[in-house]
């Protein structure tokens, strides 16, 4: 079946206790039981929930996984799949992270005994430099927060495959309507549902999608003894994104294209990066691996800071504000959000200046978004 029909339809049978068609929010933390061992499949919610498991079911089919696991949020999606590393153990991450995976690799899993080497990996062949007998795990994103930057999916787990190296890809940007990486030669695929696969803004959650059996079995043993599960209501509002994901992903697109379209006509904008444009430096890589470029715009304001910052306040259907991925547009100052932990020189080295600007669009009507775009560049100026 394709994307659309497994998205409405993948683990979402009618429920068999009452017909329902749609997948119920079994808000229960207990199931009871007929006797010793004799139950239907649920005994604690923590261990397992119906409403959770239908969406771990639909998210594996539509990244082509055969298993999942849902989390709280994609920082505990993110720390599920580092528990199957050991002290001694040796990760090479892509140097672009998420704020929060950085933190993580940093504070959590490096005062564990998890050495973590930070790659330039636009370049495979940096990955390959990297590898050391201990390298278990190769961490990538793409397209990187907020320069969007491209990694070569394939070449990369290509070059960790020989070495017996699994590969990890954090697919929130992209959703798994425009990129499904274990289709790619990825082992496993994360996802902060908070952004595109909640899409509505309303809830904060993860996931884990992998066909890897062993994977899956050690980060369905990390879900149960960690416990940092979904509430039922949490996994049936992204069970309930995931059905209109194609169509906001689809829009987005469109939108995104518009808006990167006219930032880059304008005066005041110095930069625009989107995938989508052809000058993208890895616009090929893009139409390979992705089948969309999705609805991040980053694009660099004349005039640094105070220009940003009026920019910003002018801004009247954007919202200013951090996260992705909702049907409404935001528009967000990286240096100062979601950059700011790191050092000014290593920002402005990277390239998130001060006037560097991120905008997810959202899927209002085009027409308004530019007009208010028009607006805050003008009065900014
Ligand atoms: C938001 C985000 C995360 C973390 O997810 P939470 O749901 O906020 O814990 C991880 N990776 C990427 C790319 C994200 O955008």
Same mark, same amino acid.
């Given at each position: ?11 979402? &049978? ?8 749609? /997948?119920? +929010? ?9 006797? +010793? ?5 649920? &005994?604690? =919610? ?43 153990? $040796? ?14 690799? &940093? ?9 973590? =080497? ?27 927060? @907020?320069?969007?930057?491209? *990694?070569?999916? %394939?070449? %990369? %787990? ?8 699994? /590969?990890? *890809?954090?697919? /929130?940007?992209?959703? @798994?309507?425009?990129?499904? #990486? ?9 996802? =902060? ?7 509505? =803004? ?5 996931? *884990? ?6 994977? $899956?079995?050690?980060v369905r043993f990390h879900q149960n003894a960690a416990g940092g599960v979904p509430g039922p ?39 625009? +990066?989107? #995938?989508?444009?052809?000058?993208? #430096?890895?616009?090929?890589? %893009? ?50 959000? /979601? $950059? ?42």
């Amino acid at each position: 079946m394709k994307f659309e029909t497994l998205a409405i339809h993948a683990g979402q &049978e009618a429920d068999p206790a009452t017909g329902a068609t749609i /997948t119920p +929010i079994y808000q229960t933390s207990t199931f009871t039981q007929e006797g +010793i061992g004799r139950h239907k499949g649920f &005994e604690y =919610s923590r261990t397992g929930n119906p409403t959770r498991a239908a969406l771990e079911r639909c998210l594996a089919a539509l990244e082509g996984a055969e298993h999942g696991c849902a989390f709280s949020s994609g920082m505990a999606a993110i720390a599920g799949v580092l528990s199957m590393l050991r002290p001694g153990d $040796h990760v090479v991450s892509a140097a672009d992270l998420y704020g929060g995976t950085y933190r993580y690799f &940093e504070k959590v899993a490096k005062p564990n005994g998890i050495a973590v =080497s930070y790659v330039n990996a636009r370049d495979p062949e940096n990955v390959r430099r990297a590898l050391r007998a201990e390298t278990r795990l190769l961490w990538i994103e793409t397209p990187t927060n @907020p320069l969007l930057e491209l *990694v070569d999916v %394939a070449a %990369a %787990a290509r070059i960790a495959k020989v070495r017996g190296v699994k /590969t990890a *890809v954090d697919n /929130t940007f992209a959703s @798994p309507y425009f990129q499904r #990486p274990i289709g790619l030669g990825a082992d496993i695929v994360v996802h =902060s549902t908070t952004k595109y696969v909640g899409g509505h =803004s309303d809830m904060v959650g993860g996931a *884990v999608l992998t066909s890897d059996k062993a994977v $899956h079995e050690a980060v369905r043993f990390h879900q149960n003894a960690a416990g940092g599960v979904p509430g039922p209501f949490d996994a049936w509002l992204a069970l309930r994104g995931l059905k209109t994901l194609a169509v906001r992903m689809r829009r987005h697109e469109e939108n995104a294209l518009a808006v990167a379209g006219r930032l880059r006509k304008h005066p005041r904008v110095e930069s625009v +990066i989107y #995938p989508g444009l052809p000058d993208h #430096p890895q616009h090929d890589l %893009a139409r390979r691996q992705m089948s969309g470029f999705g609805g991040m715009v980053t694009f660099r304001l004349r005039g640094g800071r105070a220009a940003a910052d009026a920019f910003f306040r002018a801004l009247k259907v954007f919202s200013y504000a951090e996260s992705l991925g909702g049907v409404e547009s935001l528009a967000c100052h990286p240096a100062t959000m /979601t $950059h700011a932990s790191l050092p000014a020189e290593e920002r402005e080295r990277r390239g998130i200046t001060e006037g560097t600007v991120r905008l997810s669009v959202g899927i209002e009507d085009a027409e308004d978004l530019l007009a208010d775009l028009d607006w805050a560049l003008k009065v900014s100026a």
